[in-house]
């Protein structure tokens, strides 16, 4: 077989640049520190790392989700133990307004106080976050929730959604709470139902919040007094129950005593008093009231005058029935408060997985990519000797011709 001087050549040119390109690879395997940097080195362990690196992207998501989780639901909190405080205040202010020593004028002063606080509650109540949404909107962050009207009253200009944040591969939390849920979903009364006097009432009777048994069925009623025409003035006063169908339900004629318990239906009460005859009080299932009414409304009756025993004892019937609504409202939001408790300790402890998911995947990618330096660098001595070795090759017989033994 012949062999041409420029085929020889060629051959050893060939095996030079082979042998430079094996130094490159090496070279910027050294630079990089991976031991795979393009596809085509591994291609099995490039889709590994693909696919680990998707998932170690996905959880550095996660934990920044978490932390702006954290920081809603941590101004949330906030605000609702500013709250909390603004009701513990009213309530005291209602029972210094409740003693018979107050005048008018006195528990006008408690009122303008009271109408402060409600302003206050409002404001928390209306609260926004860094992004400048407000916080009880539910899923309408741009849109002011409560408002007051001019007639009294507030209305809510939010829905009842909660935004959800990923935290984890298959989980979510919410990072609000609707107004509508934390303010306005607040039964009156004891939770079950509530009482009234009627308007008309003339005497002092003072009746209790009472409390509900397991056999109240949320039926409507009316505690009625009479009182038998007679010359004896010690004459008892009686009472009677019916329904709001005008079914009896306790008959005529029980005689009434004063802290004596009334029972009946699953409802339990007692009356502090003397009511006149043709008195009532009604007893009626609890509905919802938004908070800021409740107060708004409990203002007003105490910048009424009280000059009769009858609207001291009214006044006294609302007092009962205000702080059964404020407690009811304060016990909804130290509800929501130790929910938003739990989804912080529920993010700690996301927070701790996805730490460990991320150090184990950064592990398990360390190995399959990252260089062995002290392996590289003896393969990159190597390459270098070889690529030396043909340079010098090609030295020697880049010269040699046939002509030359001509």
């Known amino acids: 077989m012949r062999v041409s001087t420029n085929q020889f050549q060629q051959v050893a040119i060939n095996s030079m640049s082979d042998q430079q390109a094996k130094l490159s690879k ?8 991976q031991r795979i940097v393009k596809p085509s080195d591994d291609p099995v ?4 790392i693909v696919k680990m690196t998707d998932v170690i992207s996905n959880v550095e998501q996660f934990q920044h989700n978490i932390s702006t989780a954290r920081a809603k639901l941590s101004l949330e909190e906030g605000v609702l133990a500013n709250v909390v405080n603004v009701f513990h205040r009213l309530r005291e202010l209602t029972i210094q307004a409740n003693s ?12 303008e106080e009271m109408s402060q606080l409600l302003d206050e509650v409002v404001g928390l109540a209306n609260s926004t976050d860094s992004n400048g949404e407000y916080v009880f909107s539910g899923n309408k962050g741009r849109s002011k929730p409560f408002t007051e009207k001019s007639e009294g009253g507030f209305d809510y200009h939010g829905d009842d959604g909660q ?8 989980r979510q939390i919410a990072v609000n709470d609707s107004g509508s849920d934390v303010f306005r979903e607040i039964r009156d009364g004891n939770g079950k139902f509530n009482v009234f006097e009627s308007p008309d009432n003339k005497g002092d009777g003072i009746i209790d919040p ?5 056999q109240y069925n949320g039926s409507t009623y009316a505690i009625i007094f009479d009182k038998r025409v007679s010359i004896d003035p010690n004459e008892p006063i009686t009472y009677s129950v019916v329904d709001d169908k005008g079914n009896t339900i306790v008959p ?60 001291h004892a009214m006044l006294h019937n609302h007092t009962n029935q205000f702080l059964n ?24 402890s996301q927070e701790n997985i996805n ?52």
């Open 26 to 33: 090496v070279q910027q395997q050294v630079a990089t520190g």
């Open 45 to 48: 362990a490039a889709s590994k």
């Open 100 to 111: 018979d020593s107050q005048t008018s004028e006195t528990r006008g002063f408690i009122a």
């Open 163 to 170: 935004r959800f944040i990923s935290i984890g591969p298959r």
């Open 210 to 214: 009472g409390t509900a048994t397991a």
């Open 252 to 311: 005529p004629g029980q005689q009434y005593s004063e802290d004596s318990t009334i029972e009946f239906n699953g409802v339990e009460t007692f009356i502090r008093g003397k009511p006149a005859a043709g008195d009532y009080f009604v007893v009626r299932p609890s509905f919802h009231q938004d908070v800021f009414t409740t107060i708004q409304q409990y203002i007003v009756e105490l910048r009424h005058g009280q000059g009769t025993d009858a609207a």
């Open 325 to 348: 609504g404020l407690d009811q409202a304060l016990g909804r939001t130290l509800e929501v408060r130790a929910n938003i408790g739990a989804r912080l300790n529920a993010m700690d």
């Open 355 to 406: 730490d460990a998911l991320r150090l184990q995947m950064k592990e398990i990618l360390s190995d399959v990519q990252d260089l062995d330096y002290g392996e590289a660098v003896s393969r990159l001595n190597l390459k270098l000797s070889g690529l030396e070795a043909s340079q010098k090759a090609f030295t020697r017989v880049q010269g040699i011709s046939l002509f030359n033994y001509l």
